[in-house]
């Protein structure tokens, strides 16, 4: 049978020297969703990238004295050499400054342009160039920037618009009949009630104020607005307008559009216009998650709080980063972040729970047996109840994941974890141990133990993937069945600790 088809993507960065812990936010969750369909069978197509182009880019490069691409070229290894610090498995990584991408997006201004759905007019209006976007003066606050809370400034040209307000009614009732094309819920409520239904304005999409952008085809004075660019790369990188679309047939319309809470409009306003107006069907999700902060505020280098992720990775590994991000902030809503509680968090339920329990079931198993491990027919009163959790267990991530709550889909794998280690204390093996009427008692709890740990090594895979390869390596045991089988063979390695016991810092 064909696997059936996923197509996830983060959005693509803005190149930049200093990625923070917050940037990875996105991604670290992508990844795990995108490894987690893999397990399930589907075929996965997981997409990131760099959005390369604008005015913030090009005085940039002008301050450090290089041309804009070389500018990129340079730090766009960044977040190449940070995905791959991190574990991200992404299936393509897109470059706006890509050939294909460039033209491809100068044949979709040039079509939108022929069918009347861009036209040239005049922009007078409030830019905000670290955002890169335009406001009118009702949506600015205290006559600020209402995303960063900076200086907008007006500017005045000719410009071409794309007509948002055309699509208008068709996006109210698109939104309306597919409740989840936007999600969380307040997000959805968010864009009705605050953006669309006000009214839209016709966007502008074309700068003739600054060079660094993909030109305009017919017009080449103007360049392309920055996200009409950028949000082309989810098509573009499957071959639309090329020669060759066969990606785009198979993985179009993309699953799912994780994004950060602060880009949902450009996600679920110009995005789903733009595709309407190219006819393609649109994007099944788009999922705004919130904010890693620090003290209620954003992360930034010149907030001081800022330290590179690979830091943490290099203190605590990676693991350890993946596991904090991923279980700390419930899915949706912002989450503080702190050195000291990713070293609390490591502490407890990596090194304790599940460290511990691995550790402890091993030596075990060296000290009374050493020697292939089986079930027996021997019970104890405890088994049933952990046989029960470990059988449940992967439909239970299966409920969490569908509906995104990544984090309660890893506390539900510790729970499990929780509920062996507490099985070890209930059946105390070390007093089986001793009498010599119950080895095989013994034997049927260290089989149910390694039981757990298999089941749980094989659920942890999309959230720590080191960590469920070095647990199959110990257990030395590779069925990937996700429920309790009765007949496996443990002859298991010797234990060494997954993670190591951290100091508590003094001073964060
Ligand atoms: N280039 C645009 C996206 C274009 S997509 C067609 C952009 N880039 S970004 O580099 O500023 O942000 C990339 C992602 O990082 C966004 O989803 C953003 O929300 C996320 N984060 C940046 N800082 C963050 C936190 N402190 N916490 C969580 N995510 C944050 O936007």
Request: net charge negative.
């Amino acid at each position: 049978m064909e696997k059936e088809k996923y197509y996830i993507t983060t959005p693509i960065y803005y190149p930049s020297s200093d990625f923070h812990i917050g940037h990875c936010y996105t991604t670290i969750i992508a990844d795990a969703i995108a490894r987690y369909k893999r397990l399930k069978g589907y075929d996965v197509f997981f997409q990131t990238g760099t959005d390369e182009h604008g005015q913030k880019i090009e005085n940039k490069a002008h301050e450090a004295g290089v041309t804009p691409k070389e500018y990129v070229d340079k730090i766009v290894g960044n977040a190449q050499d940070l995905w791959k610090s991190l574990n991200i498995s992404y299936d393509k990584f897109i470059r706006t400054t890509d050939d294909y991408h460039e033209r491809a997006v100068q044949k979709i201004f040039t079509k939108l342009y022929e069918q009347g759905d861009i036209y040239k007019g005049e922009y007078k209006g409030l830019y905000c160039t670290p955002c890169e976007s335009f406001w009118t003066e009702s949506q600015l606050v205290d006559g600020k920037c209402p995303d960063c809370g900076r200086e907008v400034h007006e500017v005045k040209e000719e410009a071409y618009f794309l007509k948002l307000s055309k699509y208008q009614d068709r996006l109210v009732e698109y939104i309306e009949a597919h409740p989840e094309f936007i999600q969380p819920e307040s997000r959805k409520n968010e864009m009705i009630n605050n953006f669309i239904k006000p009214g839209l304005e016709d966007l502008c999409v074309s700068r003739t104020s600054f060079k660094w952008g993909i030109p305009v085809e017919f017009d080449p004075k103007h360049v392309v607005y920055v996200w009409i660019d950028a949000l082309s790369n989810y098509i573009t990188s499957l071959g639309y307008m090329s020669d060759d679309d066969h990606l785009l047939q198979r993985y179009w319309p993309a699953d799912l559009h994780l994004v950060g809470k602060e880009i949902v409009r450009f996600h679920t306003i110009i995005w789903p216009i733009m595709l309407m107006a190219l006819n393609l069907p649109l994007p099944k999700q788009v999922f705004g998650h919130g904010w890693l902060v620090i003290d209620g505020g954003k992360i930034s280098k010149s907030l001081g709080n800022y330290k590179d992720p690979r830091e943490y990775i290099k203190d605590y590994g990676v693991d350890a980063v993946r596991y904090y991000v991923l279980r700390e902030v419930p899915f949706g809503s912002d989450g503080t972040f702190s050195e000291n509680a990713l070293i609390t968090r490591t502490n407890a339920d990596l090194a304790n729970v599940l460290g511990n329990l691995v550790n402890r079931t091993l030596a075990m198993v060296k000290k009374y047996f050493d020697r292939p491990i089986k079930l027996t027919d021997q019970k104890t009163e405890f088994d049933a109840n952990l046989i029960q959790s470990i059988d449940e267990l992967d439909a239970i991530i299966a409920e969490k994941m569908a509906i995104l709550h990544v984090s309660e889909a890893l506390e539900s794998i510790f729970d499990v974890l929780r509920k062996s280690n507490k099985y070890i204390d209930d059946a105390t093996p070390w007093i089986l141990a001793k009498d010599e009427s119950r080895q095989g008692e013994l034997e049927t709890v260290l089989y149910n133990l390694l039981e757990a740990i298999r089941v749980c090594g094989i659920a942890l895979r999309p959230f720590l993937p080191t960590t469920s390869e070095k647990i199959q390596e110990q257990i030395n045991n590779d069925h990937e069945e996700p429920e309790y089988l009765k007949d496996n063979v443990y002859a298991v390695n010797s234990p060494y600790p997954l993670f190591q016991r951290i100091e508590v810092k003094d001073n964060n």
